[in-house]
């Protein structure tokens, strides 16, 4: 058995919830809780990575929430876009080698406003000399539109079905690098299945924690890694 020491995941999905009751209970426009909960992934992504976590995968936006309320969806685009855009100038001012860990996107982003993909697509650039820790922002994402995607290209291939198997699924999914998670953190209140990496998360351990994200810490975090290794 191993040590209690080397129980870490190599890979944490994380769930978040609660932008917009956090900013509801402060009185806050609702970009704020947006904003905050951006910075926070980095945040706690770092922390993680600290801990010696390599990939972290965030749930943010997903294709089905556009149904949400016109005003809901302008304020989380204008809010992650402002908060994009003012980590890009903190990582050009630092000079790529000093990034601590790459930034990629997993979804949609082309159906996004054109100056938030752009800010997604820069700040991805800026962070590509790290390879070894990586933090998957999931945005505009959704599990069947990744899984459809995946058999498209695979047609493309015009493979006989013999030579399709699950091995060449996961290569065609987004990101497929990151590889299966090993832990599945839901943050806030919500109990429901969410749509969000279905595939790699197989098998994942789940860990609930009733805070919302917005004003999740690192001594959550912490907790969260405890309880990880009293499962695994």
Known sequence: MKDNNEK???????????????????????EEGYKRSYEKIHQI??????????F????????????????QINALFSGLTQVIKRRIIFL?????????YQVMFSGELKE?????????????????NNKKKILNI???YDFQTEITNAIQKIFEKKLDQTQIHKGMISKYLYNNKLG??????????????????SWQSIGAKLI?????????EETDASKVLKKYKQIA
């Not at 770092?46 to 976590?53: K, R």
């Not at 609930?208 to 999740?216: A, L, M, R, V």
Request: charged share 25%.
């Open 92 to 100: 050009e001012n630092l000079e790529k080698i000093h990034s601590k």
């Open 45 to 54: 992504g770092n922390f993680f990575f600290s801990s010696g976590v390599d």
């Open 180 to 197: 299966k998670i090993d832990m599945m953190l839901h943050t806030g209140s919500f109990l429901e299945i969410p749509n969000f990496l």
């Open 56 to 71: 972290v995968s965030v749930l943010f936006f997903t294709q089905d929430k556009w149904q949400s309320e016109k005003k």
């Open 8 to 30: 870490i995941p190599k890979h944490i999905g994380i769930v978040i919830n609660g932008s917009e009751i956090w900013s509801k209970e402060r009185n806050l426009p609702l």
């Open 208 to 216: 609930f924690h009733q805070k919302y994200w917005p004003e999740f």
């Open 112 to 128: 996004l406003p054109d100056d938030l993909n752009q800010a997604c697509n820069k700040i991805s650039e800026l962070s590509l």
């Open 138 to 140: 999931c945005l505009n």
